[in-house]
């Protein structure tokens, strides 16, 4: 088995306690290598977000791990974490996440300035991230003049400002237009091409994912397919996308009586929820 | 990130909801404006009633006469003292007491007492005095006077050159409630003569006493409402009021001046030992303590209100901060998710709070000083309730003050400001990035 950069073994990702239950992931393994390009897919309220939270290191799953350059990750201190986001990832938004009254400059400059960066160097850096998505002429301009593509290439110039491994992208086409999207999708594709960053993008717009070397379909918490692992899984996904309906409708059920029909067959270690799986967060 | 870069960017912050930060320096402008115009005031009077204690001798002063005297000492305080802003009219029919001398062996004993400072010991003669009057109005007024105690020449002046100890004439420094009384201003007064009587109250016999007036004393709160004279006229008063004393008494004196350890003993302490050897003692508490406690009250009173009004403030800054980490929300999960620590974002919570403080105490500082200083200028000038006290700035800005109350100020913000910073350190990126 190749080094892969990121993999996880039996994520699972609880939110809420007791009667408020909700499994949002239920156990997803995967190895992601360097310099691959991968799709996250699936419906709204699949669990993609939360995978990403759990590989950005953002967010601590429930049961599983994950390790990051073959090292584990769940012992980590804070400041570590920390660190490895701050210099090793990039995170690009749907909804951008921008300081909309500073100006374009500034908020390519945050991840340096976090990271104690001199200002003549975190100038010069954040400089150099705005002529890669070309937007260098803007760069005292209010970031809320922006339109919305020029605002997405900020946030790229930001994730890529620190020259990163991964990008970490959640529906980074989500608010924009096709024309738009198309743009910031070559954009990435060029970095990953260029910089060999590898990219991680949540989305359901299938044209960009079908543009990933690799496509993951997350449904229900589940992975039921994985374009280059498994072929297998994707018998089940007929079965599942048959029960969808109703799945949808049960999920609360699901996550109530611990008992999830239909998914046993696959994946039997989730046949038996831990009670004691309340002390999340 | 790098302390100037939190200060800076705290700053900012604080620019970016101008008015809301504006409303909330400005109450913490009312309570440090109220800190810190009581420390100046309290800095100024303290200052007044030091140069007095100065003018005395120190702390350690003494003023000392035998235990039968006392009585008699505090009548005079009582008639000539500061508390009464007018001369009281002489009555011929109302003989005033007699003083008991201090004898020579008394002052030895006095010289052996421990925590006396025996070299201090001045003899001091206080004058007998009928009355004083002017050939500018028909009024007799009763008077204190002494001559100026060697060494201690920080008698204040309004106008006049003041005493020339060694002059062959006879000259006073006025205490300044006579000058009216005696048909003057404190300008036409000087090198006028003033006559100063010694009435034999059983000869029936008139000693006057021609004295030019060589200055007017700057009223003092805490003056004992004595005038000053040259040792000349001090003398030859001195010999009029002995002259059908006893022979033995001719040598003696009424009332010694003298310094204690004021370090080592408390004052009762020293006044237990006098009285042990029949002598009474005023200290320079005595003499100024009311004074200074009065003060002292107001002013505390006047800085609880200070703080309360801080208090206040300090709420206007834990809500105001409050909003600002609500609104801020995402723009903290961005921060944490970029891998900002909590503990930075903590400091950048309570670098802002101590931010509002130091403008806040700036501003109240600032203003308080401006009214300061205007308002010392108003009260001196012509009319205003200090024209006659030119020595007394009402408020005294020092530097010591001036940063103990920014840095109490910055403290108790900062102390406000943990609150709000520790809700903000503790969101959780991903929740702050959900957040609408
Ligand atoms: N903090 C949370 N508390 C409770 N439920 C949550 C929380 N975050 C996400 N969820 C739920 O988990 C499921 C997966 O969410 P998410 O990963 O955001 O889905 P996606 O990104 O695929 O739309 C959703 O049903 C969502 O409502
Ligand atoms: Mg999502």
Not at chain 2, 31 to 36: C, D, R, V, Y
Not at chain 2, 206 to 217: L, R, T, W, Y
Request: net charge negative.
């Amino acid at each position: 088995m190749t080094k892969a950069l990121i993999s996880t073994h039996g994520l699972r990702k609880t939110y809420g306690k007791r009667n408020n239950k909700f499994d949002a992931l239920r156990g997803i393994t995967i190895d992601i290598n360097k310099g691959e390009t991968v799709a996250i897919v699936g419906k709204s309220g699949s669990g993609k977000s939360t995978l990403m939270h759990l590989l950005a290191l953002l967010d601590k799953p429930t049961k599983g791990e994950i390790t990051l350059d073959s090292q584990p990750t769940a012992k980590l201190k804070a400041r570590r974490l920390n660190a490895i986001r701050n210099k090793e990832f990039g995170f690009v938004f749907q909804s951008f996440f921008m300081n909309s009254n500073d100006t374009v400059l500034n908020n390519v400059i945050l991840p340096l300035k976090i990271a104690g960066v001199s200002s003549r160097e975190r100038r010069r850096r954040a400089i150099a991230a705005l002529k890669t998505v070309e937007l260098d002429d803007k760069r005292n301009n209010k970031a809320n003049n922006l339109s919305g593509g020029q605002k997405q290439r900020v946030c790229i110039a930001r994730a890529i400002v620190n020259d990163p491994k991964v990008i970490f992208a959640d529906e980074p086409t989500g608010n924009l237009d096709s024309a738009t999207g198309e743009k910031i999708i070559s954009l990435l594709f060029r970095l990953n091409r260029e910089k060999g960053i590898t990219l991680i993008i949540v989305t359901h717009d299938l044209e960009l994912a079908n543009k990933c070397e690799r496509q993951i379909n997350i449904k229900d918490g589940h992975i039921v397919s994985d374009s280059t692992t498994d072929t297998e899984l994707s018998d089940n996904v007929d079965d599942d996308t048959d029960n969808w309906e109703d799945e949808e409708a049960d999920t609360q059920k699901f996550a109530g009586d611990n008992n999830i029909d239909g998914m046993l067959d696959h994946q039997p270690h989730i046949t038996h929820i831990d009670i004691d799986k309340e002390e999340e967060e | 990130m790098k302390l100037l870069d939190i200060i800076h960017d705290a700053n900012l912050n604080l620019l970016r909801n101008k008015l809301r930060s504006f409303l909330t320096i400005l109450a913490i402008f009312i309570g440090s404006f109220s800190i810190i115009s009581t420390s100046a005031i309290q800095a100024g009077v303290n200052n007044f009633i030091d140069s007095q204690v100065e003018s005395y001798g120190g702390d350690g002063y003494l003023a000392i006469v035998s235990k039968d005297s006392f009585d008699a000492l505090e009548g005079l305080q009582g008639t000539i003292g500061s508390n009464s802003k007018e001369p009281i009219e002489y009555n011929p029919d109302k003989i005033q007491d007699g003083m008991t001398p201090i004898t020579k062996e008394k002052i030895e004993e006095l010289k052996k007492i421990d925590g006396i400072d025996a070299d201090s010991i001045v003899e001091q003669k206080t004058l007998s005095i009928s009355y004083v009057a002017s050939k500018k109005t028909d009024k007799k007024y009763l008077i204190g006077a002494e001559a100026l105690p060697p060494g201690n020449v920080k008698v204040d002046t309004v106008t006049g050159e003041g005493l020339n100890l060694k002059a062959d004439e006879y000259q006073i420094l006025l205490e300044s409630k006579y000058v009216d009384a005696l048909g003057y201003t404190n300008e036409n007064i000087i090198n006028e003569k003033i006559q100063l009587v010694v009435v034999d109250q059983f000869k029936k016999t008139e000693k006057k006493f021609d004295a030019k007036v060589v200055g007017v004393i700057a009223p003092g709160v805490v003056s004992m409402g004595y005038s000053y004279t040259n040792n000349k006229l001090a003398d030859d008063i001195y010999d009029e009021n002995i002259k059908y004393y006893p022979p033995e008494y001719k040598d003696m004196t009424v009332a010694v001046a003298a310094n204690y350890d004021s370090e080592k003993y408390s004052a009762q302490e020293i006044k237990d030992k006098l009285d042990d050897i029949g002598l009474s003692a005023m200290t320079i508490d005595d003499i100024i303590g009311t004074i200074k406690t009065f003060f002292d009250v107001i002013l505390t009173v006047f800085k609880i209100f200070g703080l309360i009004a801080l208090l206040a403030a300090a709420i206007g800054i834990i809500n105001t901060l409050f909003m600002s980490v609500q609104e801020r929300t995402r723009e903290i999960g961005l921060d944490k998710a970029l891998g900002m620590s909590s503990m930075r974002v903590f400091f950048n919570f309570s670098i802002e709070a101590i931010s509002l403080g130091f403008w806040g105490s700036v501003f109240g500082i600032t203003v308080s000083m401006l009214l300061g200083n205007l308002a010392n200028n108003i009260f001196h000038a012509e009319g205003g309730f200090l024209e006659s006290f030119p020595t007394f700035n009402l408020a005294t800005y020092t530097i010591k003050d001036i940063i103990a109350v920014t840095a109490l100020i910055m403290f108790i913000s900062f102390l406000a400001g943990t609150l709000p910073a520790r809700r903000a350190a503790s969101k959780n990126p991903i929740d702050a990035l959900r957040y609408e």
